[in-house]
């Protein structure tokens, strides 16, 4: 069975940092895309980032450019996102996801295949 479990959210100040973890088991993620998508009350799901199996390709929402970083240790079947310089608008549900389709062809709107439960995370003014 394949999970992906979501870490790390809490309560920060406006300005603040915080790093999410995602772990991913049940099969093998190898050559595929994660990423991070997120979703605050009220509003559609948004896409937060992404990064290939090697890790040479990494993908941005707007919003979040310059602010927020991806990383993953494959070894460990684990997704990171650290983000900085929060602001009270990053308040969300951020959910962990994996692709298993597209290997590194992988595009933001080609969606995912896999999604964890979601850790919220909240931005404080």
């Known amino acids: 069975q394949v999970q992906l479990v979501e870490s790390g959210g809490g309560l920060v100040q406006a300005g603040g940092s915080l790093r999410l973890s995602c772990a991913a088991s049940?099969?093998?993620?190898?050559?595929?895309?994660m990423g991070w998508f997120r979703q605050a009350p009220g509003k559609e799901r948004e896409f937060v980032g992404a990064i290939t199996w090697s890790g040479g390709h990494t993908y941005f929402g707007d919003s979040v450019k310059g602010r927020f970083t991806i990383s993953r240790d494959n070894a460990n079947n684990t997704l990171y996102v650290q983000m900085n310089s929060l602001k009270p608008e990053d308040t969300a549900v951020y959910y962990c996801?994996?692709?298993?389709?597209?290997?590194?062809?992988?595009?933001?709107?080609?969606?995912?295949?896999?999604w964890g439960k979601g850790t919220l995370v909240t931005v404080s003014s």
């Open positions: 049940g099969r093998s993620f190898c050559c595929h895309t």
């Open positions: 996801a994996a692709d298993v389709t597209y290997g590194s062809s992988w595009l933001p709107s080609y969606g995912m295949t896999y």
